[in-house]
């Protein structure tokens, strides 16, 4: 067998330092094009693998990051802007009903061009993916830029303080989902390496936070169905009650319905739990029906709720704008392709895993640096299952 290469035979090959070499294997940004180049052509000539064990040795870090995520059966953009949106009125509203969001493609039975969307999921397995693969997709772009391998898990139950305590030992950095692992195990973890919870604005500790403006968008929305569409009869799909973003979605329509009844309009909720998932939707859509007297206006706490929603009145035949308007809340893909297109809150969900990897990174850094709550601004998207006047 014949000795594997080293680095240093990577950067005698390439006529760079052994610096250079680890900079274009682990930030390969910062390095000038034609010398990355050159690296990577000393790299694949001598099959060259980077030792993990050895540079862990070395700077006792694993290169690796890792990401938390529930149970469940490389793009770059413009910055974020990390201002926190402190009331409704500076939401932006979107028309977005002119836009031609699907894409085209050839039938070649009949030589022309028609939109086709996607297939539509399963509408009882895997609820929440849509919205966990873009936060993942932008943990693993900003992981990759900034020089660390990025380790996923999940787990339910009681499998998670295995797991949790499984992966904190092998990353430098954990990223979590709110309310996927205890407030106690998550201390103990941090106690041993930077932690950083995702989408949870609540107080209470002293860990890192990211997350949206939960409660000024969904405000924003049911500000726009209440006052300018003028509606009085309205329901409320719910999502699970453990869920942060659950709580304050519902308390941005809760403070919007109470403006509006100060203001003399005489509005009536309905309240049905969805649990943020296409199945619930479903069923909340079918108890509505049921009960005989279809509200004017069905908000939900999320997409794939509202996507159920509108999966039963199309079934059903409700004229969906013209019976009854419809919303959601997230801005995943398939609300780009649902007939009608689906009105919603988008919010930044690849921003949302970037933002925690530069989070994680910051902490690496600067370990004494104070916690930090980073709340991303959204954006009201106005389409046809509730649009503009």
């Known amino acids: 067998m014949t000795k594997a290469p080293t680095v240093y035979d990577v950067a005698a090959h390439a006529d760079v330092s052994i610096a250079t070499v680890s900079r274009v294997l682990r930030r390969p940004d910062d390095v000038r094009p034609e010398t990355r180049s050159r690296v990577l ?25 890792g990401l938390f995520l529930p149970g469940h059966d490389g793009i770059d953009g413009p910055e974020p802007d990390w201002a926190r949106v402190a009331d409704a009125s500076r939401i932006p509203l979107i028309d977005d009903r002119e836009r031609v969001e699907a894409p085209a493609v050839l039938d070649p039975g ?52 295995v797991m949790v305590n ?70 409320y799909v719910a999502g699970p009650s453990d869920s942060p973003d659950e709580l304050d979605r519902h308390a941005g329509f809760d403070r919007a319905v109470e403006a509006h009844r100060a203001a003399g309009a005489r509005v009536t909720v309905r309240v049905e739990p969805g649990e943020f998932s296409r199945a619930g939707g479903r069923r909340a859509a079918a108890a509505l029906l049921e009960a005989g007297d279809l509200p004017r206006a069905v908000l939900c706490a999320n997409d794939q709720s509202a996507l159920g929603v509108l999966d039963v009145f199309g079934e059903q035949g409700v004229d969906v704008p013209g019976r009854v ?6 801005g995943i893909d398939a609300g ?38 980073v709340t991303l601004p959204v954006e009201v998207l106005l389409r046809e299952s509730c649009p503009a006047l």
């Open 336 to 373: 780009r392709f649902s007939r009608p297109r689906l009105t919603t809150v988008r919010q930044p969900m690849g921003e949302l895993g970037r933002i925690a990897v530069r989070t994680v990174v910051r902490r690496l850094t600067d370990p004494g640096a104070p916690p930090q709550r």
């Open 41 to 65: 052509e000393s790299v694949r000539a001598l099959g060259y693998v980077p030792s993990g064990a050895a540079r862990g040795l070395a700077g006792r870090r694993t290169g690796v990051l």
């Open 110 to 161: 009949r030589g022309s061009t028609t939109p086709t969307a996607p297939p539509a999921s399963d509408h009882g397995s895997n609820p929440a993916n849509l919205y966990f693969d873009e936060v993942l997709r932008g943990a693993e772009v900003e992981a990759w830029r900034r020089g660390f391998a990025l380790m996923v898990a999940a787990g339910r139950g009681s499998s998670r303080e």
């Open 325 to 330: 308007l419809v919303t959601g809340f997230d």
């Open 166 to 235: 499984d992966i904190a030992g092998r990353v430098d950095g954990l990223a979590v989902l709110a309310q996927t692992v205890p407030g106690d195990l998550l201390a103990h973890v941090s106690r041993r390496i930077p932690v950083v919870v995702l989408a949870d604005s609540r107080p209470g500790d002293d860990l890192d936070h990211v997350g949206v403006d939960n409660v000024a968008g969904m405000h924003a929305l049911t500000d726009f169905v209440l006052g300018t569409r003028g509606v009085r009869d309205v329901a």
